[in-house]
């Protein structure tokens, strides 16, 4: 499987120290509805393009973004774009995604989408996420395959450390930091189980406000996830940098020199 390590400009010279597969977070939307970069590197070249829609204005001309992406994409070398478009599915983001997967298409690049927008983007990747806090992730990476085909599902490696109320009838957790689900772990370090349905590891333990119920992942369950998407024909994944820093000589093997 292609690994994709996805790292913003300011972090983007010791993510390079593992691999040459980067994924660049320098991109948006801009307010006027056109590409906007930040940060990067004049000589950044190779990879695959990030582009995300926070705090964006309307897509008013698509024709007009695709030719921005299109242009960048040929003067940095980029193999694709990945969409990292966190607004609900839109009309003109649609709009925008179908014409630059179609123009992507026809010179060799890819183009990855939320699953949101899998249905929407025939021409493009979707991205699943391994990080499930309930039910079961290999009939879920089954079902995304039925239903968007095998070429067209990318993993997004995204790491898991949340920590959920026992009862927690609403299935919301809380996000830990690293720093403090290293403090829970190095205090329960003996009642770690491991969750086969969620390829992800688990433990409980109780404070003055009752008991709670950490899920996580580490290099042996990323690796497992990895597994699984190679089993169902998945070819491509990405993971996050720092997120997964502490991870990757495991993931990846050593440094580059």
Excluded at 55 to 69: F, Q
Excluded at 84 to 93: G, K, L, M, N
Aim: one cysteine or more; aromatic letters at 8%; hydrophobic letters at 35%.
């Amino acid at each position: 499987m292609q690994l994709y390590l996805a790292v913003t400009p300011d972090k983007l010279r010791e993510a390079a120290r593992y691999t040459d597969r980067l994924a660049h977070v320098a991109y948006r939307v801009g307010r006027d509805g056109r590409l906007a970069r930040r940060d990067l590197l004049a000589r950044t070249r190779g990879g695959i393009m990030v582009l995300g829609d926070q705090d964006c204005g309307p897509i008013r001309d698509p024709a007009a973004l695709c030719r921005d992406v299109w242009r960048e994409c040929g003067n940095r070398s980029y193999g694709g774009v990945l969409a990292d478009f966190e607004q609900p599915p839109a009309v003109d983001r649609s709009s925008f995604l179908e014409a630059l997967g179609r123009v992507l298409a026809r010179n060799g690049k890819r183009l990855f989408v939320p699953e949101a927008y899998g249905g929407q983007v025939g021409q493009a990747a979707v991205l699943v996420s391994t990080a499930l806090s309930g039910g079961d992730l290999r009939q879920r990476l089954e079902e995304c395959v039925r239903q968007f085909g095998k070429g067209r599902v990318a993993l997004d490696l995204q790491r898991l450390r949340m920590s959920f109320p026992l009862p927690c009838p609403t299935g919301e957790g809380r996000n830990l930091s690293g720093q403090e689900l290293a403090e829970l772990l190095e205090q329960n370090r003996l009642s770690v189980f491991y969750s086969h349905d969620l390829c992800a590891k688990y433990f409980t333990f109780t404070e003055k406000e009752g008991s709670r119920f950490v899920l996580f992942d580490d290099a042996d369950t990323l690796r497992r996830k990895l597994r699984l998407g190679r089993e169902m024909g998945i070819g491509m994944g990405f993971l996050m940098y720092p997120e997964t820093e502490d991870l990757l000589p495991e993931l990846l093997g050593q440094q580059r020199t």
